[in-house]
């Protein structure tokens, strides 16, 4: 069984502390699509990961193919995103 894991990290922002974590949505300009809650509702985020966590769980596995063509195109869009 793959390991379905969501990485959650808290930041400081300008309304004080939240939770991050990524949506597994990507964007039109191929940038990963976060969202965050609040860090003062700590239940809500939880019930939030949990059910990307299922999401995940329910969606089909990459295959490697996936995950390389993945891997490139958030390659591209660091490199769109960062011009030398």
């Given at each position: 069984?793959?390991?379905h894991r969501v990485?959650?990290?808290?930041?400081?922002?300008?309304?004080?502390?939240?939770?991050?974590?990524?949506?597994?949505?990507?964007?039109?300009?191929?940038?990963?699509?976060?969202t965050s809650c609040?860090?003062?509702?700590?239940?809500?985020?939880?019930?939030?990961?949990?059910?990307?966590?299922?999401?995940?769980?329910?969606?089909?596995?990459?295959?490697?193919?996936?995950?390389?063509?993945?891997?490139?195109?958030?390659?591209?869009?660091?490199?769109?995103?960062?011009?030398?």
């Amino acid at each position: 069984m793959p390991a379905h894991r969501v990485d959650v990290w808290v930041e400081l922002g300008p309304q004080g502390w939240h939770f991050r974590w990524w949506t597994g949505r990507i964007s039109d300009q191929r940038l990963r699509e976060y969202t965050s809650c609040p860090g003062s509702a700590a239940e809500t985020a939880a019930r939030r990961i949990g059910c990307r966590v299922r999401q995940m769980r329910q969606a089909p596995s990459l295959s490697v193919l996936g995950r390389l063509e993945m891997a490139a195109e958030l390659a591209v869009a660091a490199q769109d995103a960062d011009p030398p």
